[in-house]
């Protein structure tokens, strides 16, 4: 079946730069993507969102760009904190289902070097 | 209040155990879910309840049976476990269920012996 897969499983960057995680998905359908945030011990938490018809969304520290041509997807975070270490998901809706269903990639784990 | 709580946060088990995972959230969320996550792996879907009603059931077997009280109450019951169920279960909810915003509770970490 159609999966959501990371480029790289682990990155390290040092603090204060700028991060960049990538993602790749297959799934041409696929019309909403989000990424997740899960900290050690803890549950995923929501980051940032994308819908299709969106090349780019911003948020605070965050951006999240969407390459419909090549199905990729990648979550930049500026100004990098020890605070953002962690194991970022991303996720799609698959297009066939409300967005109750979605399918998180394998994640890639960030961690910031002091 | 902006929390999923989850209880018990972690749970040893007995394969001939028949246990409880709880869930709960304020927030005035109408869908409710279960995931089932591994080590090292992204979280796996496994129930969806939409206004109390389940919606979505990911061909779980049925040693994991799930209830929703109420909109603000979510279980999972087990019974029968086998050793390789062992995982953290996650709950979450959302506003509604056509949005993928969901707020995760820390989960409960199960291992069947």
């Known amino acids: 079946g159609e999966s959501v897969g990371l480029h790289l499983p682990t990155l390290s960057v040092q603090e204060g730069d700028n991060s960049i995680i990538n993602c790749a998905y297959s799934?041409?359908?696929?019309?909403?993507f989000i990424w997740y945030k899960q900290e050690s011990g803890k549950g995923p938490q929501f980051i940032i969102d994308?819908?299709?018809?969106?090349d780019k969304r911003q948020g605070q520290r965050v951006t999240v760009l969407l390459n419909k041509t090549v199905k990729h997807l990648s979550l930049q975070i500026a100004a990098t904190q020890p605070g953002d270490s962690a194991v970022y998901f991303c996720a799609e809706n698959p297009g066939n289902f409300g967005n109750e269903k979605l399918t998180f990639g394998t994640g890639t784990r960030l961690t910031i070097i002091p | 209040d902006t929390e999923v709580t989850q209880t018990p946060k972690h749970l040893v088990m007995g394969m001939t155990n028949k246990k409880s995972l709880k869930c709960e959230q304020h927030?005035?969320?109408?869908?409710m879910y279960w995931y089932k996550q591994k080590a090292k792996k992204p979280p796996e879907l496994m129930f969806v309840y939409s206004y109390e009603k389940l919606s979505i059931n990911e061909s779980v077997p049925s040693r994991f049976s799930p209830e929703c009280p109420n909109s603000s109450l979510l279980n999972l019951h087990l019974h029968a476990l086998q050793p390789e169920d062992s995982a953290l279960y996650l709950c979450?909810?959302?506003?509604?269920?056509?949005?993928?915003?969901?707020?995760f509770g820390e989960g409960s970490r199960l291992t069947v012996l």
């Open positions: 979450a909810s959302s506003l509604r269920e056509n949005t993928g915003e969901l707020f």
């Open positions: 994308i819908r299709s018809n969106m």
């Open positions: 927030m005035g969320h109408r869908a």
């Open positions: 799934n041409s359908a696929s019309d909403y």
